[in-house]
């Protein structure tokens, strides 16, 4: 699987009115991705807008609409949603609705959102890893566009 995109989904606010998770998660599924998937081209949203709390509303709104884009013009989205997260909800289902493989990291595997809008849930960052390390993450997404043909 050569030269792929993907896009990092995940809690970034989730339910902090004034501040953010850690975002450590985002390192990590993209040092996963781009050591375990030949060519992987990734879009990490945090690394490229960190200081997005601080936006206007013109800027925020932008940006908000211009990543949901993005992700159904990626090839793969990877959402790590340890809890709920609704940014990541619309990202799931926007990706979800333009054809494109879900891969969801979370335990909250009979969340609805989770459970419906995912075609692959794995429970941890740990099961991530050794997916993607076995090869079966870049065999998993051509799969995926072999069967949409």
Known sequence: MKGRSFFIA??????ISDGVHCQDYRTL???????????ARVYCPFENHPDSLNYDDEK??????DHITMVTE????????????M???????????AGR?????SPLENNWTV??????????MD?????????????FVEEFYRRER
């Open 29 to 39: 599924v993209k040092d996963i991705l781009t050591e375990h998937v030949e060519g």
């Open 101 to 105: 493989p879900v891969i969801t990291i």
């Open 74 to 85: 990626s090839d793969c989205l990877v959402a790590f949603v340890p809890q709920a997260s």
């Open 60 to 65: 925020a709104r932008r940006v908000f609409f």
């Open 10 to 15: 995940g809690i970034i606010q989730g339910s």
């Open 127 to 139: 099961e991530f890893g050794e997916f993607a390390a076995s090869g079966g993450l870049a065999a």
């Open 87 to 97: 940014g990541t909800a619309v990202e799931m289902y926007a990706a979800r609705e």
């Open 115 to 124: 459970k419906f809008l995912s075609d692959m849930i794995l429970a941890g």
